[in-house]
């Protein structure tokens, strides 16, 4: 039996994770879920899988949920705060532990999870964007295998030469090529985008995900996040990895090799199949996915971003060649301006003028410690948040 710890169980990756665990009942044992407050939603969880420990950030929902399975005579004990997170991705009795918090809150977790030499299946790309170089040398000093979840860098490592691990060398690989759906706003007129709403925004044409990551989705943010995220899983330069958009999401990316082929990994789009195979990695099992039909698909299209659609990629790649505390700036910045932008406090374009603005105001610093990153992400944060406000008062 492996078992399992899901940081972010009562997300869409949490529940993609349980969906297919729960369809291998034999090889995987669920031990610890974890959420932010979401008790109600975390209760179910634990009547269905039975985990040793439930974790949530917040007292008072933690004591709730602590009364709701002990009615249901649930033996499941009940964690609370960030120790609670780090403890449920450090228990002896799991080898594996998918890393789906959204956003910096995930990095302390995801991080002890890689100190402890777990197989980490990574969701949460913003922690890794974070503490990048740091986050990879734990992977190496501890002996952890990191196994990328997000759909693309999960086909780039599908479409590497066999053996590969993660941060190591691909020999004969020259190039990668992301592949980004463009998002519901890939073909409205730019002029029209000041307007768009958080609910248009997050409808994303192909998948269905969190509200942050469909946001970063519709920015083409997520992309960038992704390159910076590629750079550190495979040991390459920004300049290696390039951004197709492929609005049928079926390949799901390529790596191009120096002889000329190019190897793509192609699949319904559905997050249960990386999950999938992350989880059972170096074996294939079942992911419940349907499979994958050409003929229905007709045809598949590509086409190059345009940098006055998705200015944020551009500051992506801006801030993976800066280095640094650069890409914490970039994250934090980012994570700010979405959260406002989805309460109503910004427009969809300030996202783009609000992270600009930070990378702009604070000079990257080396990135060794995660003090440093965290100071980072506390004075990015900061920055972001002003700009934001300013850029409220301007619109008046
Ligand atoms: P989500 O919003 O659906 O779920 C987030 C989870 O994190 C929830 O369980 C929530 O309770 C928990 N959480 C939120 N804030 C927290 C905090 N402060 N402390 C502790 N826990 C907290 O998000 P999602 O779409 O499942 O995405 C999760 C991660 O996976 C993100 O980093 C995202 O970029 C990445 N990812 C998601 C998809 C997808 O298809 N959804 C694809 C690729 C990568
Ligand atoms: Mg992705």
Request: net charge negative; charged share 20%.
């Amino acid at each position: 039996m492996i078992g399992l710890t899901v940081l972010g169980a009562t997300g869409s990756i949490g529940a993609s994770t349980l969906e297919v665990a729960a369809l291998h009942p034999d090889r995987f044992a669920v031990r610890a879920l974890t959420a932010s407050t979401q008790w109600q939603r975390l209760a179910e969880l634990c009547s269905r899988h039975r985990p040793k420990y439930a974790v949530l950030m917040d007292d008072d929902a933690a004591e709730q949920l602590r009364s709701r399975l002990a009615d249901a005579g649930l033996g499941t004990e009940v964690l609370c705060g960030s120790e609670g997170l780090c403890r449920a991705a450090t228990l002896e009795d799991v080898e594996c532990v998918m890393a789906a918090i959204v956003g910096a809150a995930g990095l302390d977790a995801t991080l002890a999870a890689a100190r402890a030499g777990k197989r980490v299946l990574l969701a949460n790309k913003e922690a890794l964007v974070m503490a990048g170089p740091l986050f990879m040398h734990t992977v190496q000093r501890s002996g952890a295998t990191l196994l990328p979840v997000d759909s693309e860098h999960n086909a780039v490592f599908q479409c590497m030469p066999e053996g590969y691990r993660t941060g190591g060398a691909a020999p004969g690989v020259e190039q990668i090529m992301l592949t980004a759906s463009g998002g519901p706003f890939r073909e409205w007129p730019l002029a029209r985008l000041d307007a768009a709403s958080p609910e248009q925004a997050v409808a994303h044409p192909n998948w269905v995900m969190g509200r942050k990551i469909s946001v970063d989705s519709a920015t083409m943010m997520n992309k960038g996040l992704e390159v910076i995220e590629a750079c550190l899983l495979f040991g390459v330069e920004p300049a290696a990895v390039k951004v197709v958009i492929h609005p049928q999401s079926v390949i799901h990316s390529l790596v191009r090799y120096r002889d000329g082929s190019v190897l793509a990994q192609l699949g319904q789009p559905d997050m249960r199949t990386p999950i999938a195979h992350a989880l059972a990695w170096p074996e294939r099992i079942d992911s419940g996915v349907e499979p994958l039909d050409l003929i229905e698909t007709g045809k598949l299209e590509f086409e190059a971003p345009d940098p006055r659609r998705y200015p944020c990629l551009e500051l992506a790649y801006q801030a993976a060649a800066a280095g640094g505390t650069a890409p914490a700036h970039l994250n934090a910045a980012n994570e700010v301006a979405v959260a406002a932008f989805l309460r109503g406090k910004a427009r969809f374009t300030d996202i783009a003028v609000a992270v600009e603005q930070v990378l702009q105001a604070l000079p990257p610093e080396p990135a060794e410690d995660l003090e440093t990153i965290r100071a980072a992400d506390r004075r990015a944060r900061e920055l972001a948040a002003r700009a934001v406000v300013s850029k409220r008062r301007g619109a008046r």
